[in-house]
């Protein structure tokens, strides 16, 4: 089984940057993929970034060019650099995994962590 922590999350004013981390408990197979996805109150669900066994990475739209998603194997943690921070990033963050393929079919997430951008 797999156990995914995310941690980071807080307050932050308009333009400024923040870094969840996600820790994985358990193995992951040699493919599979990882991500981020967030939501925010009376709106769907929409996966921010992900990365894949082979280093591939998708990025939403909405946070292309400001949020960099990345895995260190090394130390079994997921990270989502996100810089230039809008109030619409507000949100709960999800840290997901799909443990032994890179079809990002999440089958397993994270308690969420709070986001929340303001001035």
């Known amino acids: 089984e797999v156990i995914l922590v995310e941690s980071g999350g807080g307050s932050a004013q308009p333009g400024e940057s923040l870094r969840l981390s996600c820790a994985v408990s358990?193995?992951?197979?040699?493919?599979?993929?990882m991500g981020w996805s967030r939501q925010a109150p009376g709106k769907e669900r929409e996966v921010a970034a992900t990365?894949?066994?082979?280093?591939?990475?998708s990025i939403a739209d909405s946070v292309n060019g400001r949020f960099t998603i990345s895995y260190d194997n090394a130390e079994k943690t997921l990270y989502l650099q996100m810089n230039s921070l809008k109030p619409e990033d507000t949100a709960m963050y999800y840290c997901?995994?799909?443990?032994?393929?890179?079809?990002?079919?999440?089958?397993?997430w994270g308690q969420g962590t709070q986001v929340t951008v303001s001035s």
């Open positions: 990365i894949d066994s082979d280093g591939y990475r």
């Open positions: 997901a995994a799909d443990v032994k393929d890179r079809l990002c079919q999440f089958g397993y």
């Open positions: 358990g193995n992951l197979y040699n493919r599979y993929c």
